[in-house]
Structures are given as C-alpha cells and as structure tokens.
C-alpha cells in the first residue's frame, strides 16, 4: 500500500512539473523561395524587339537570341532597337512577362 501511494504521488508531481514547463517556441524562419518569388535579378545587354505601350509590355532577344518579355510602368520613351540592361522579379519565359524594375540603357550602345 505505501508503495502505491509513492507512486502516487510521484505520478502526481511528475504529472504536474510537465504540465507546468511550456513548449519553447521555435525560431520562425522565413519562408523558402521558390522560383517564382520577389528575389530581383537583371539581365543585360538585351535588344528591345517590340514596345507595346498599351499593355506595358515590352519583348527584348538576347545575344544567344532567346527573346524575353517583361511588364514595365513607364514605357514610354524606350524604342524598337535600344539595348538595355534589365533588373526584373518573376521568371524568364514564364506564361506571364517578368515585371521589370528597372530598365537602363546598356553601356554598350
């Protein structure tokens, strides 16, 4: 019997300093990046092909002449044959143009 109420007690007192301790919280970590996230990245030294100003889309051929299309907000004013420098967010080739930016002429106009 006095062992019975050892345990008892033990199991009460074990049971209770658990109950008391609180979980830890973990360090939150960012979310992993995927491809398609905001990172920027540029690309440089790509001819503008076409300008569509109504849209804000604009497609430019790199020198190993992959073509790429990117949105911009202020269009106007870059034409057909500039070679420009392109900071962008989103994926190259995607369904939807890349947003650039930035749009710089290239330093080897």
Avoid: C, H
């Amino acid at each position: 019997m006095k062992k019975l109420a050892a345990i008892l007690v033990f199991v009460s007192l074990a049971g209770s300093a658990v109950a008391d301790k609180k979980p830890t919280p973990k360090p939150t970590e960012a979310p992993a990046r995927t491809k398609d996230s905001a990172t920027m990245s540029s690309i440089r030294n790509l001819r503008i092909t076409q300008v569509n100003e109504k849209d804000k889309v604009f497609a430019a051929v790199a020198a190993d002449g992959k073509e790429y299309r990117f949105t911009f907000l202020k269009i106007e004013g870059w034409k057909v044959g500039s070679v420009v420098d392109v900071t962008y967010t989103g994926t190259l080739g995607g369904p939807k143009p890349a947003m650039a930016s930035n749009l710089n002429l290239s330093k080897s106009n």
